[in-house]
């Protein structure tokens, strides 16, 4: 053979040995994940109906977004199961499609009613319609098109009470989901501009053994800013959102009954209408106003353990009219808490984004105003009468992921009385890893001039604060306070370190905010490590520690502690783990404990589709605030969640608090609470709920049955009732010495209610 042949042969020989070598390693090696991928998407051509079918003319022209990167536990790897998403868009909606490929008959899908998904499979988007990193509209639909929404906002995470107004549908098929979604414009907002860049991520949840998460973009562990690195999409032209008007009125009807000794009386039926109106100014302008709100819950907060508590409770809002905007009121400092409005006759609101600049002002009238006020060590309530309140905020983004703000609350008591708070905000994005967060406050409080509203002030709250400056009662006195905090932030893959440093003055008040403590000035250091594991069980461990000292104005030490935890995830069952052991020195009630400590333990797994469970497991030698002695306290919480069928879900949680003295006094305090939430989804409309709670402490059993029929977030209609059950002791012999009671269930309280509410768009 000659010299060319010779060539020629091994030519060949190598070519063989390399395409040898590609069909044994695969596609997986020839994977190349995406950073910050951009996408031009086209106008709609032809038609879609959202149906859960992707055979509609429409989708065949709709840009594609494939080559997802698994970041979650990967470290943007080839995912196991491919997804490809089709987008494009026409004057009235954005059409989002997602075909998320699997085996089906491992697909996790319940019919639930809307934000109850968790747990099913799931696909969705973030979508930053003004691109500059700091907060996101966030929809997720499961293989059923069940909804969930939420608005996310940089440093303060998902907002899950925020609804949106949108269509979607999904299906079950042989080779995995598909969901389709539309989503109007009107529902959105954007920069009143010919041409709109967005950036955009999308997303897919695919929990088994593992919780997995996959997205378009994928992400550099060493970058802090999430959002910066999402991708772009770029062509949407010509779209607004339209001026229409909103209109949404509610009734509500209920009777309503009590114990009265021993007899039960019922109160006459009663009704009230309420009604709101969004207008909608411009693309980035909205403005609120509504009458006689209707804030009732249809399902009753669940009790808190508050036995060796000194301060007051917080709760999630859950209202309608404080979703929009809600994010900006949002700061370091909890300094506006919209629960404190409580019972408004009348309330306006007008938010609005222009360029990189926000702002949001809401306005209430109140009728029955709670306050908070806060002492050093413990918190009070009062009940302040009828009130007005103006809330006002202005945010400025400052390049990516970094920002300026101006916060000033104001409530005026009609019995005279006011508290005005004003504060300065910012973060500061100093480089991939490391960033700065800061605010500053300053209140002026005028107390009213009725010591009879805090005359229910037992001996333990002190009479005096500020070095005895000021009376706690309300006798017409005027103060400033001030409060502060400033936190710098290095987090990359393996390493995160914060270091902060916050006070806030004993005149400091933020009665429109949640702020139950003041008098101190506090240091903190926190630092975690995260180690990550290929193979085996572990997923990662994450042990961090925190060290923090306390004190207050004159310099006495309230308290200095240490926490040592750690974070660890399995790769069995979905398992997450969180021991931690923490050591305090405590001053309370002018006695320091010095021999304070807690360990801690909680866990949550998710077994199958339709098991899941978790708890936590506290024991420790803590103060008694109410009798100001050391104690030993045991402390333990379980949850249990069971799908027994695609539409059954059975939610249950227990807890249970002891408490005896450590100096031989005995028995504190002892109880438990219960709750179980049954719920059956008959469709995607109509639902059932019975929730039954027992209160060991309070000694009351609740039951509150409810029908749901709902169409969108705002348009639905509820029928329930409400029952509480409390222990009373009925004296069979009052002869006998001393008498003998016979302790028997009778019904306490009980409401029945219909509640409706339509949204009309004009």
């Not at 995406?34 to 055979?55: C, F, K, Q």
């Not at 697909?107 to 809307?114: E, K, M, N, Q």
């Not at 910066?228 to 909103?246: A, D």
């Not at 059975?650 to 005896?660: K, R, T, V």
Request: hydrophobic content about 35%.
């Amino acid at each position: 053979m000659d010299r060319i042949g010779n060539c020629r042969l091994f030519t060949c020989l190598a070519l063989l040995i390399m395409g040898s070598t590609l069909s044994v390693f695969g596609a997986e090696e020839m994977y190349v994940p995406v950073y910050n991928p951009t996408l031009d998407v086209s106008r709609l051509v032809g038609e879609i109906r959202i149906d859960g079918s992707l055979d509609d003319s429409g989708w065949r022209q709709a840009a594609v977004a494939d080559n997802f990167a698994e970041n979650n536990p990967g470290d943007q790897v080839q995912p196991p199961v491919d997804t490809k998403v089709f987008i494009t868009y026409d004057d009235a909606n954005i059409y989002v499609a997602f075909v998320a490929y699997d085996d089906p008959t491992e697909v996790r899908a319940s019919l639930c009613s809307r934000e109850r998904i968790g747990g099913d499979d799931n696909v969705g988007f973030f979508f930053d319609t003004y691109g500059d990193a700091t907060w996101a509209y966030t929809m997720n639909c499961n293989p059923y098109g069940i909804q969930t929404d939420a608005l996310w906002s940089s440093g303060h995470g998902e907002d899950g009470g925020y609804d949106l107004i949108w269509e979607s549908s999904g299906q079950v098929t042989d080779s995995g989901f598909q969901v389709e979604m539309a989503i109007p414009f009107s529902s959105l907002r954007f920069p009143n501009k010919d041409i709109q860049t967005w950036k955009v991520e999308f997303w897919r949840n695919h929990p088994r053994e593992t919780h997995r998460q996959y997205s378009w973009a994928a992400y550099d562990r060493d970058e802090s800013c999430w959002p910066c690195q999402w991708g772009t999409v770029n062509g949407i032209q010509g779209v607004k959102p339209g001026r229409g008007v909103e209109i949404l009125p509610s009734l509500i009807t209920y009777q309503s009954g009590s114990r009265e000794g021993d007899k039960f009386h019922n109160d006459d039926a009663d009704g009230e209408i309420s009604i709101a109106t969004k207008y909608n100014v411009s693309s980035d302008i909205t403005a609120e106003i509504t009458y006689n709100p209707d804030f009732s819950q249809i399902e009753a907060d669940a009790t808190q353990i508050d036995v060796n508590s000194t301060t007051a409770l917080s709760y999630s809002e859950r209202r309608p009219f404080f979703q929009e905007g809600s994010d900006l009121f949002r700061t370091i400092f909890h300094a506006v808490y919209t629960r404190s409005i409580n019972d408004p006759q009348v309330a306006a609101k007008v938010t609005g984004r222009l360029g990189r600049t926000s702002f949001a002002y809401l306005g209430a009238r109140d009728e029955h105003t709670p306050i908070i006020l806060p002492l050093e060590q413990r918190s009070a309530f009062v009940a302040a009468g009828k009130s007005s309140t103006n809330l006002f905020r202005l945010k400025q983004t400052v390049a990516e992921n970094s920002h300026v703000g101006l916060l000033v609350t104001d409530r005026r008591l009609d019995d005279d009385g006011s508290n005005t708070l004003l504060a300065l905000d910012g973060s500061l994005r100093l480089s991939k890893s490391y960033s700065v967060v800061w605010q500053a406050l300053g209140t002026y409080t005028e107390e009213p001039d009725d010591t009879m509203m805090t005359a229910g002030y037992p001996a333990y709250y002190g009479y005096y604060f500020d070095d005895s400056a000021h009376t706690v009662h309300y006798d017409g006195e005027t103060y400033w306070g001030d409060a502060a905090y400033f936190g710098i932030n290095r987090a990359d893959r393996h390493l995160n370190v914060d270091l902060a440093y916050l006070h806030k003055s004993p005149t400091f008040r933020a009665d429109n905010g949640y702020q139950p403590t003041n008098n101190r000035r506090k240091t903190q250091l926190y630092a975690g490590y995260t180690f990550y594991f290929d193979e085996g069980i572990v997923e990662r461990i994450y042990p961090n520690f925190t060290i923090a000292r306390e004190w207050n104005y004159n310099g006495d030490m309230n308290e200095e502690y240490i926490w040592l935890e750690a974070d660890i995830r399995l790769n069995v069952a979905s398992t997450n783990i969180h021991p931690r052991y923490s050591r305090y020195t405590q001053r309370y009630g002018g006695v320091e404990f010095d021999n304070v400590w807690k360990l801690h333990n909680c866990f949550s797994s998710t077994f199958t589709g339709w098991l899941s469970a978790g708890g936590s497991i506290n024991y420790a030698h803590q103060i008694a605030y109410s009798d100001t002695v050391m104690s030993k306290e045991t402390y333990v919480s379980a949850w249990l969640d069971l799908k027994p069928t695609e539409k059954l879900f059975i939610e249950n949680w227990f807890n249970y608090a002891h408490c005896d003295s450590l100096d031989g006094g005995g028995k504190i305090y002892s109880g438990y609470t219960a709750r179980s939430r049954l719920s059956y989804q008959f469709n995607r409309e109509l639902s059932l709920r019975l929730v039954v709670e027992y209160d060991d402490f309070g000694k009351v059993w609740s039951l509150d049955p409810l029908i749901t029929y709902q169409i969108n977030p705002f348009s639905v209609l509820y029928a329930g009732s409400s029952y509480d059950y409390c222990e009373y002791k009925i004296v069979t012999d009052d002869q006998h010495d001393p008498p003998l009671v016979d302790p028997q269930w009778k019904l306490g309280s009980r409401q029945f209610f219909l509640k409706l509410k339509y949204l009309f768009q004009i």
